[in-house]
């Protein structure tokens, strides 16, 4: 049974948790196929909110198998935490699996993260100082220790005392930073290990077999496309394969286990740290949409920098995953403006510039068309059909520019505050 991949369009911040939590209803396996607890996917039924970072966002339902794919990054200590989160309100964890392959965030990671941003000063990248890059470094220099290490605590003690010697010459000679001591950090992760052995397994064939045997499979992305580290806006991207050909990779399967590629993009966009941002509002109306969106990252806090739907790097986005079908949410954040912008052309240098490219520039800015607004409330609204007409046009313009259709809109946080566009194609692809 072709598998169905959720990716974000966008900068990331697309709601891909909630729709994947919708999607995983019907799914017999979410999986995580790339990226670390650099993510942060919110969750929010009824009166409770979920924020997960590792854990595949099928986990709040119990007959969903959750497994961490190999090529994602895993920091033990957060995933540790992270589970006994969701066991303390009564969420069963027990379906939760982590592949052998994965790599495995150590604290010199996390060390090399935050003495590299230093170093570069106001050149820095702004990374979430979790070790993600480092990791990835190090999984790439074939140096890197994966979860099956865990299993063998005398290959892992070796591994481990190799990287420290390594690494505390970088820390000592080039950081000027204290040394970190191998035992110290080895007594820590044997006791990670100990919890976490008996959900290390062998996915690539878990997953193989999974599909042969016609389950649902739902792919879940960490991060988005613009966000990439080949087709994002280098060298502000995350150290990963974000697209949906980062499911190939990241989980060892062919890409005829896939079909059908649904996109997330938000009503606007928004964007975490460095980095250039062509439709960027620096006024109260950035500010209205940051409260009202509630535009700070679930991982680190941080302010959000908020802007207008950036159409030319959702074409872009949508070319490079191959998306069948398009998800918009937080519609509802744009309630009360008199008037929308969507951006069609961007401006740099003097020059106008119709396509998303390559080298995008920090003073590339971004050419308008204007849509009047709706300015009436749209979260309580269920069915396609009662959206103001204003609002319907929006989304029609989205589609013909994109030569996609719009499957669902997404009009509150709430698990239930959806509109499916199109029932019967929706139904078909996931039930």
Same mark, same amino acid.
């Not at 039924?45 to 895993?74: A, D, E, M, Q, W």
């Not at 590299?116 to 100082?129: A, N, S, V, Y």
């Given at each position: 049974m072709p598998s169905n991949v959720i990716v974000g369009l966008q900068w990331g911040d697309e709601g891909k948790g909630k729709?994947?939590?919708?999607?995983?209803?019907?799914?017999?396996?979410?999986?995580?196929?790339?990226?670390?607890?650099?993510?942060?996917?919110?969750?929010?039924?009824?009166?409770?909110?979920?924020?997960?970072?590792?854990?595949?966002?099928?986990?709040?339902?119990?007959?969903?198998?959750?497994?961490?794919?190999?090529?994602?990054?895993?920091?033990?200590?957060?995933?540790?935490?992270?589970?006994?989160?969701?066991?303390?309100?009564?969420?069963?964890?027990?379906?939760?699996?982590?592949?052998?392959?994965?790599? +495995?965030?150590?604290?010199?990671?996390?060390?090399? @993260?935050?003495?590299?941003?230093?170093?570069?000063? @106001?050149?820095? +990248?702004?990374?979430?100082?979790?070790?993600?890059?480092?990791?990835?470094?190090?999984? +790439?220099?074939?140096?890197?220790?994966?979860?099956? @290490?865990?299993?063998?605590?005398?290959?892992?003690?070796?591994k481990l005392k190799y990287n420290i010697d390594l690494k505390n010459q970088i820390f000592t000679k080039i950081f000027k930073k204290k040394p970190l001591f191998v035992q110290e950090i080895y007594e820590e992760y044997i006791e990670y290990a100990k919890i976490l052995s008996h959900r290390i397994i062998d996915a690539v064939y878990e997953i193989h077999n999974a599909f042969h045997n016609q389950k649902k499979i739902l792919f879940e992305g960490a991060q988005a496309l613009l966000l990439?580290? @080949?087709?994002?806006?280098?060298?502000?991207?995350?150290?990963?394969?974000?697209?949906?050909?980062?499911?190939?990779?990241?989980?060892?399967?062919?890409?005829?286990?896939?079909?059908?590629?649904?996109? +997330?993009?938000?009503?606007?966009?928004?964007?975490?740290?460095?980095?250039?941002?062509?439709?960027?509002?620096?006024?109260?109306?950035?500010?209205?949409?940051?409260?009202?969106?509630?535009e700070y990252g679930a991982t680190t806090k941080r302010s959000r920098r908020c802007g207008w739907l950036d159409l030319l790097a959702l074409k872009y986005s949508c070319m490079i995953n191959g998306i069948n079908y398009l998800i918009i949410t937080k519609l509802d954040v744009l309630n009360e403006l008199e008037t929308i912008k969507m951006c069609i052309k961007y401006k740099c240098d003097d020059k106008i510039i119709q396509y998303f490219p390559a080298n995008l520039k920090k003073n590339t800015k971004g050419i308008y068309i204007d849509f009047p607004g709706w300015k009436e409330d749209i979260s309580h609204i269920h069915e396609y059909e009662d959206l103001p007409n204003n609002c319907k046009k929006y989304i029609k313009f989205i589609e013909n520019y994109l030569n996609l259709e719009v499957l669902l809109v997404s009009v509150g946080s709430e698990r239930n505050q959806n509109i499916i566009k199109n029932k019967s194609l929706f139904f078909k692809i996931f039930t």
């Open positions: 729709i994947t939590d919708l999607l995983a209803k019907n799914s017999d396996y979410v999986i995580r196929y790339q990226g670390g607890n650099n993510s942060g996917h919110s969750i929010h039924t009824k009166n409770r909110h979920f924020i997960l970072h590792l854990v595949p966002s099928g986990v709040i339902y119990s007959s969903v198998k959750c497994i961490v794919g190999p090529g994602v990054v895993i920091d033990p200590k957060s995933l540790i935490q992270e589970i006994q989160n969701l066991e303390s309100i009564g969420i069963d964890t027990s379906k939760v699996f982590l592949s052998k392959r994965a790599h +495995i965030t150590m604290p010199y990671h996390r060390f090399l @993260d935050r003495y590299q941003e230093e170093f570069l000063g @106001d050149k820095l +990248i702004g990374t979430t100082h979790k070790g993600i890059g480092p990791t990835y470094e190090d999984k +790439i220099s074939r140096i890197g220790i994966r979860a099956l @290490d865990l299993l063998n605590l005398e290959v892992f003690y070796k990439d580290i @080949d087709y994002g806006t280098y060298p502000y991207v995350t150290t990963s394969s974000t697209s949906t050909g980062g499911v190939c990779i990241g989980c060892g399967i062919p890409p005829n286990f896939l079909k059908n590629f649904i996109g +997330i993009t938000k009503a606007y966009c928004t964007r975490v740290g460095f980095g250039p941002f062509p439709t960027e509002i620096e006024n109260e109306i950035g500010d209205m949409i940051r409260k009202k969106g509630n």
